[in-house]
């Protein structure tokens, strides 16, 4: 991130809706509130926090994170689908995710893997070399911009997934990312 004093404090969670097994949240924080949409499993000690890319929303590329969210509680693991305070800001999304990561480590899940696409590829990246609870991060079509800090990252995993036809971010921002975690 590029302003090391950036803080972010949470201050309450405000419980929403309950949809087809998920629930609404509203992370009350000093700098205002995240959305979340969380899928938990019973008794579950790992998640995976889902980001989308810079116009935030909490679906992801092709409906991905509430099919994540529907099959992974079946499997013991908790969906925490993150929507962005202030979409495009990149600092503010990282300050999201790890709001998101805290929380959930308040709730049991001592593990969690953070997924991103696209501008949220790079600010899964950061934070995961932020947090000491994000254990793996997953890249899908990330932009470069931001994704500088990737060799921080080790010994954590990092899979990138990027198709070749990318029509809006090539798939070197993919490669370039791989050879910069070396």
Known sequence: MSDENLELRILGVDPGDEIAGARKLSLRTSRGAVPIILHAAQSATQAVVCIS???????GPAMLYPRLGFELP????SVARVNY???NDFDECVLDTLAALIFLKGT??????IVGHSFGGAVAINAGTASAAAVAVIAISSQLAGAHVVADLAPKPLLLIHGTMDAIL??????LIYERSE
């Open 53 to 59: 890319g810079a116009i935030g929303g909490f679906d």
């Open 74 to 77: 079946r499997k013991g693991i």
């Open 85 to 87: 305070r202030t979409p």
């Open 108 to 113: 049991g899940h001592q593990r969690a893997a």
């Open 170 to 175: 090539p798939h070197r921002s993919s490669e």
